[in-house]
């Protein structure tokens, strides 16, 4: 998952020397360390600028921050609202107004991690309530007449722009439209009333989200099958009998609902989980529905999903719900055939010949699969995974494709002490790129899942320089317990892959504007360069580069335990996306259906669509409330699989390749058109560019089994 950048004119949308080398011969990337300093100095002679974030650590820092913040902002803009219309130019227009927004979302994104990330809980309420304000204040930029005078002003010349310019000035009038400036007075002043009032709620749900904790208690007996991994972790044996089991942190769930032999625990945990954050966010759901419906009416659209959409890939909601149930359709023979199996087995198993396929028996029964019919235990494979070791693997085959060099800094600042900063260069030049932050193991407070946090995007300056961008990676890994290291299933390192793709997506950017750099593309485009990377973690040659038993560095996955992996990643393949596709039709739904009429019928179409789509969800919850995408992904979480249909045709590519995913040309070929292009042109022509031809949908239809029309 990536965070995007919050951009102040959409906030109601918001929230080649490595080439040569042989797999696995590189030196220890670890061993690699590097001086803030020294990156600084050889970034000047790339007329790059390298600078690191100045974390708030206190609630008085982050008070400071947001005043300074709103004081020189408004001073920016005031710069702009007073110039006469014959002085109006691109540079003190569009340009100044772009880079006001860049330092906003500077300042935005730093605290927006803070608030997700602070071991300090005052720290993270502060934070919290410093986000909520600078996004209520952020609104209201929309709406300042004598700026966007100023900015008409200069588009009504008509100037002959082309390239980036041209499209950071068209974008710029359509975000003023879709902010409602064109609109009479008193209509405008109800949107943006609206669109303060949303920010507001949203920002509530989202901290309710992050917040939301319960643990439930079980004995050694009730957690029969669970993996050592879970019950030696710190922290979850919490007496002579007693394992607590945090069902908010996801990495103990899924431990528990893979492999826990009791249904009654595995209900418990499925329960507790979709009842997370309901009290607080229940309430919430509807109103902030009814608010997007307002907001999309008043400014002439349908309903949210439509004015959403109108800026991404899709276009149209009616468009993204038939992409989406295509799908469902086409997998509905393989669904079928799926839960017949996983019923057999919970038939033998239980000796209930009327037994079902519940909501909490698929990932349990899918791993019994794996285990019986493919011989796969993922928990074994834990040994082959240790996480620094997979780092480097990783990191060496990014370098190797990419043509790059990473590089271990220390870090002026660390919010935790096991935080890691590296930098980025380019293997050939030298080149400084950016630097990222590692926040990897979780903790009380901390967001509970894994995505990519921007902190500062790349940009050119007024004079040229490009400033480099630093990004946060943050991660949920199970931790380090009593002599072992963190050890990954196979499911992490996919995750961790895709993740880093994220990373190298903001990092070698060389857009000229910060909103179209990096991942700043179109959100049913973003997840699509991270989907095709999680391909490598199932390829031989690419594993056998790193993947190692950490007790003996000299055996690897066996051949044969690979391939009944895949085999059995797409035995139950149907359940998966099935499930996803349920996510993404609710958000579809409850964006077309829901309006300030009806904002109560909210809760009850979430479960209907989650129900119909995949299984029945456990009586008496409703995971809509704890669902962290109903807000940054509103009316968009079908764009998971829309990128990943995407991801399917562009993996065709290093796949055809001479040197297959360690293909030096295709992965500078990727990095040239995909990465640093970002949103700088259509992303349309980015794909074609890099496909060689026109995108297909085919190679998606078979991956995941679905019946091609």
Not at 41 to 67: G, K, M, W
Not at 81 to 90: E, H, K, S, Y
Not at 486 to 504: A, K, Y
Not at 689 to 697: A, D, M, N, T
Request: contains cysteine; hydrophobic residues 40%; charged residues 25%.
């Amino acid at each position: 998952m990536f965070v995007k950048q919050l951009s102040w004119l959409a906030l109601a949308g918001l929230m080649a020397s490595c080439a040569t080398r042989e797999p696995g011969r590189d030196k220890d990337i670890s061993s690699t360390v590097k001086t803030l300093a020294e990156l600084q100095q050889a970034a000047t002679s790339f007329h790059n600028l390298l600078r690191l974030p100045e974390f708030e650590t206190t609630p008085a820092a982050i008070a400071q921050t947001v005043a300074r913040t709103r004081a020189e902002a408004d001073a920016a803009l005031d710069r702009i609202g007073q110039l006469p219309p014959a002085a109006v130019n691109f540079d003190n227009t569009v340009r100044a107004l772009e880079a006001n927004a860049a330092f906003i979302n500077e300042h935005l994104n730093r605290l927006y991690l803070i608030k997700e990330t602070s071991p300090l809980a005052t720290v993270r309420a502060a934070a919290t309530d410093a986000v909520k304000q600078l996004q209520e204040w952020a609104v209201g930029l929309d709406y300042r007449e004598d700026v966007y005078r100023a900015v008409k002003a200069y588009a009504d010349t008509q100037p002959p722009l082309t390239g980036e310019a041209a499209k950071l000035l068209a974008e710029t009038m359509r975000d003023y439209r879709r902010a409602g400036l064109p609109l009479p007075r008193a209509r405008r002043d109800e949107v943006e009333r609206l669109r303060k009032e949303l920010t507001a709620v949203s920002t509530d749900f989202d901290s309710h989200v992050t917040a939301a904790q319960n643990a439930l208690t079980f004995t050694r007996a009730e957690l029969a099958g669970a993996p050592e991994s879970l019950l030696t972790a710190a922290g979850v044996k919490t007496g002579p009998d007693e394992y607590r089991i945090q069902v908010n942190v996801t990495w103990q769930a899924l431990a528990v609902l893979e492999h826990v032999r009791s249904e009654a625990v595995r209900q418990q945990v499925a329960t507790a989980q979709a009842r997370l954050a309901r009290a607080e966010n229940a309430p919430l759901v509807g109103k902030i529905l009814a608010l997007r419906h307002e907001i999309a009416t008043q400014l002439g659209y349908a309903n949210w999903a439509d004015y959403q959409l109108e800026v991404k890939m899709a276009k149209d909601a009616r468009t993204a719900i038939a992409f989406e149930e295509r799908l469902r359709d086409g997998l509905q023979p393989k669904l079928a055939n799926e839960l017949a199996q996983l019923r057999q087995l919970k038939i033998a198993e239980t000796g209930d010949a009327s037994a079902r396929i519940q909501l909490w028996d698929w990932r349990y029964y899918a791993e019994q699969l794996r285990k019986t019919k493919y011989n796969v235990d993922s928990e074994q494979l834990r040994n082959f995974f240790p996480l620094q070791r997979t780092l480097d693997g990783m990191f060496r085959i990014y370098q190797r494709i990419f043509g790059l060099q990473f590089a271990r800094v220390t870090a002026p600042y660390q919010w935790v002490d096991d935080l890691q900063l590296w930098a980025v260069s380019d293997a050939s030049s030298g080149e400084p790129l950016g630097f990222f932050y590692l926040d990897l193991f979780p903790r009380e407070g901390k967001y509970h899942h894994f995505a990519v946090f921007p902190l500062i995007s790349g940009h050119r300056t007024a004079n040229g320089d490009h400033q480099r961008p630093v990004v946060a990676m943050v991660c949920n890994f199970t931790p380090p317990a009593e002599g072992k290291p963190s050890l990954l299933d196979h499911g992490s390192v996919e995750t961790l892959f895709h993740e880093f793709g994220h990373v190298m997506h903001e990092l070698l950017t060389r857009a000229t504007f910060a909103r179209f750099a990096g991942a700043n593309v179109p959100r049913d485009f973003v997840e699509a360069p991270s989907q095709m990377l999680e391909n490598w973690v199932w390829d031989r040659r690419v594993l056998d580069s790193f993947a190692a038993d950490y007790r003996d560095s000299s055996r690897k996955i066996p051949s044969d335990i690979l391939d009944q992996l895949k085999a059995a990643k797409y035995a139950t393949y149907a359940c998966h996306y099935r499930r996803q596709l349920s996510f993404g039709l609710m958000d579809l739904m409850l964006h077309t259906r829901i309006t300030g009429q009806n904002p109560g019928e909210a809760l009850p179409l979430a479960n209907q669509v989650l129900s119909a789509t995949f299984l029945p969800v456990p009586a008496d919850t409703d995971f809509i409330c704890y669902f962290g995408h109903f807000t940054g992904y509103d009316a968009g979480y079908y764009g998971y699989a829309w990128a990943d249909a995407i991801a399917a045709d562009m993996a065709t590519v290093f796949e055809k390749a001479p040197d297959g995913y360690f293909d030096a040309a295709v992965g500078r070929r990727m990095r040239t058109e995909i990465y640093a292009t970002g949103d700088s042109r259509d992303v349309n022509v980015s794909i074609e560019k890099f496909l060689g031809r026109p995108r297909s949908l085919e190679p998606f239809l078979k991956k995941i089994g679905a019946r091609p029309e």
